[in-house]
């Protein structure tokens, strides 16, 4: 006989830093539409926030940089809510700077936001999560660029690889009663997408790359985390699920064709 499963997230508490655009504000409005308290982390506030009804996701203003602002956000929500179920370390990012010219100060802001602060965050996260009846979950997402090379992002690349790692080994030290978990996303299209791979005609060729012949939406990469840190995956921890459409072709496949027409 099959188990049975569950997305349902009513009277559960979940974090999503950086959820206030992107990936992570749709992946609060996917943890709202589930019956989650969703509160959402950002630099300032947003001009709306995720709602369902009149529930309503709780912003909370947070500088990851801020080790003090880290805890003191963990304390609150502790304070208010008196628990936390999820924490989605999604906050992150990085300029375009080739590696030949990024100066220390860049290499390691990048490194703090996306490697030192998810790991603080998480710290918090689980200090609470193991005193409390049921655990809880901490997922982060990394990116492709911590699995292949990252060029003009170096910083930013080594920095999702130490994430991939690092969850490998707080899933081992935090077990049994909080699972670790990571979602890699391959090439998404959010709201910078068109900037950055050059207006819609750069969109349409860079999707043929991609076997499905589609970037990721961010509702692909929410679903991801949902179905993650739910009790459907209650085995699954340490584990890193790519979520990238089947990934990007080898060059040399394009090369070998080019030269055989």
Same mark, same amino acid.
């Given at each position: 006989?099959?188990?049975?499963?569950?997305?349902?997230?009513?009277?559960?508490?979940?974090?999503?830093?950086?959820?206030?655009?992107?990936?992570?504000?749709?992946?609060?409005?996917?943890?709202?539409?589930?019956?989650?308290?969703?509160?959402?982390?950002?630099?300032?506030?947003?001009?709306?926030? #995720?709602?369902?009804?009149?529930?309503?996701?709780?912003?909370?203003?947070?500088?990851?940089?801020?080790?003090?602002?880290?805890?003191?956000?963990?304390?609150?929500?502790?304070?208010?809510?008196?628990?936390?179920?999820?924490?989605?370390?999604?906050?992150?990012?990085?300029?375009?700077?080739?590696?030949?010219?990024?100066?220390?100060?860049?290499?390691?802001?990048?490194?703090?936001?996306?490697?030192?602060? #998810?790991?603080?965050?998480?710290?918090?996260?689980?200090?609470?999560?193991?005193?409390?009846?049921?655990?809880?979950?901490?997922?982060?997402?990394?990116?492709?660029?911590?699995?292949?090379?990252?060029?003009?992002?170096?910083?930013?690349?080594?920095?999702?690889?130490?994430?991939?790692?690092?969850?490998?080994?707080?899933?081992?030290?935090?077990?049994?009663?909080?699972?670790?978990?990571?979602?890699?996303?391959?090439?998404?299209?959010?709201?910078?997408?068109?900037?950055?791979?050059?207006?819609?005609?750069?969109?349409?060729?860079?999707?043929?790359?991609?076997?499905?012949?589609?970037?990721?939406?961010?509702?692909?990469?929410?679903?991801?985390?949902?179905?993650?840190?739910?009790?459907?995956?209650?085995?699954?921890?340490?584990?890193?699920?790519?979520?990238?459409?089947?990934?990007?072709?080898?060059?040399?496949?394009?090369?070998?064709?080019?030269?055989?027409?």
């Amino acid at each position: 006989m099959f188990g049975g499963s569950s997305c349902d997230y009513s009277n559960k508490v979940v974090l999503i830093t950086g959820g206030t655009r992107g990936i992570g504000a749709v992946t609060a409005q996917t943890y709202l539409n589930a019956g989650a308290k969703v509160i959402v982390t950002g630099r300032t506030p947003p001009d709306s926030l #995720p709602a369902v009804g009149d529930a309503r996701a709780e912003f909370m203003a947070l500088d990851l940089a801020d080790v003090a602002g880290i805890a003191t956000v963990f304390d609150e929500i502790a304070a208010r809510h008196g628990r936390l179920d999820v924490l989605i370390n999604n906050a992150g990012g990085t300029p375009h700077v080739p590696a030949a010219t990024s100066s220390p100060r860049l290499i390691e802001g990048v490194v703090r936001l996306n490697l030192v602060a #998810p790991f603080w965050a998480a710290q918090k996260a689980n200090a609470i999560m193991q005193e409390q009846e049921g655990g809880g979950v901490i997922l982060f997402v990394a990116s492709v660029s911590g699995l292949r090379p990252s060029p003009g992002t170096a910083a930013y690349g080594a920095a999702k690889a130490g994430i991939i790692n690092l969850v490998q080994s707080l899933a081992l030290e935090w077990a049994p009663r909080v699972r670790v978990v990571s979602v890699t996303p391959g090439l998404v299209h959010t709201e910078s997408a068109l900037y950055h791979y050059g207006g819609d005609e750069g969109l349409a060729a860079v999707a043929r790359t991609i076997p499905l012949q589609r970037m990721a939406k961010p509702d692909d990469i929410a679903q991801a985390c949902l179905y993650l840190t739910s009790p459907n995956a209650s085995y699954v921890t340490g584990a890193n699920l790519v979520v990238h459409g089947g990934g990007e072709a080898p060059a040399y496949l394009a090369a070998a064709a080019s030269v055989a027409t």
